[in-house]
């Protein structure tokens, strides 16, 4: 079956640092992906679409300025936690799915803790 | 609007035991998928079914059952002879048509927990 990747599969940062976190559809080309957020104990809940060749849609209460989603490439999608503050600290999953697909693969989430 | 509602927060049975995972949803849409996923405690999601909405037949996996119900809106999730590694949250997810006839986004519910002793 189709693989998504994510990098990394947890990180540390400071309060007011960014990071960068990548979802790599691995032998297929995803022409939308999917951010989503789940903080502890609770469900998963869509933060951003991404298309491809557009600008990321985003859920209404999701800052687009905070959380940067760019679709660099058919296979890749990286979203961005700018000025990160304890509060953003959540798993992270992204999935993936190709043109006329059913299917929707999910990544193996990314847990952000901003200390 | 879509919603999922997944009623029971939490369950606890004895290994061996029938549990059944309700779950209830609502779309406007002609056309929808609903999925069931497991969460292990590692986060990641295990996809276990997918079903659209044209496709009423229950579906039986080994101890895994599904019975989805239109009239009522609902996806029932049943693990027979329920074992200590089915002990996870269980997500039941709602997506309708997306961007170039692709799957649209999932709208979760909240999830129900499963604990199962031996």
């Known amino acids: 079956g189709a693989v998504v990747s994510q990098h990394p599969s947890w990180v540390i940062c400071k309060s007011g640092t960014s990071v960068k976190i990548e979802c790599r559809s691995l032998?297929?080309?995803?022409?939308?992906m999917f951010w989503y957020r789940q903080f502890p104990k609770q469900s998963l809940m869509l933060m951003a679409t991404?298309?491809?060749?557009?600008?990321?849609?985003?859920e209404q209460g999701v800052e687009k300025d905070k959380f940067l989603i760019n679709h660099a490439s058919l296979t890749l999608s990286t979203l961005t936690v700018t000025s990160a503050h304890p509060e953003d600290s959540s798993f992270y999953i992204c999935s993936a799915v190709w043109a006329g697909s059913y299917e929707q693969y999910f990544g193996p989430g990314t847990r952000l803790t901003v200390t | 609007a879509q919603k999922v509602t997944q009623a029971q927060t939490e369950i606890s049975v004895v290994e061996k035991e029938d549990v059944t995972l309700d779950c209830v949803y609502e779309t406007r849409d002609t056309t929808y998928y609903l999925f069931w996923y497991k969460q292990p405690p590692s986060g990641e999601l295990v996809f276990l079914i997918r079903r659209n909405s044209f496709d009423e037949q229950n579906e039986i996996s080994g101890r895994y059952s599904w019975n989805f119900q239109k009239s009522t809106s609902s996806f029932n999730f049943t693990i027979t002879a329920s074992q200590v590694v089915d002990s996870a949250v269980y997500f039941c997810a709602l997506s309708e048509a997306g961007y170039g006839g692709s799957q649209g986004n999932l709208i979760f519910g909240k999830g129900t927990k499963l604990s199962v002793k031996p």
């Open positions: 032998d297929f080309q995803a022409t939308t």
């Open positions: 991404s298309n491809e060749g557009s600008k990321a849609t985003y």
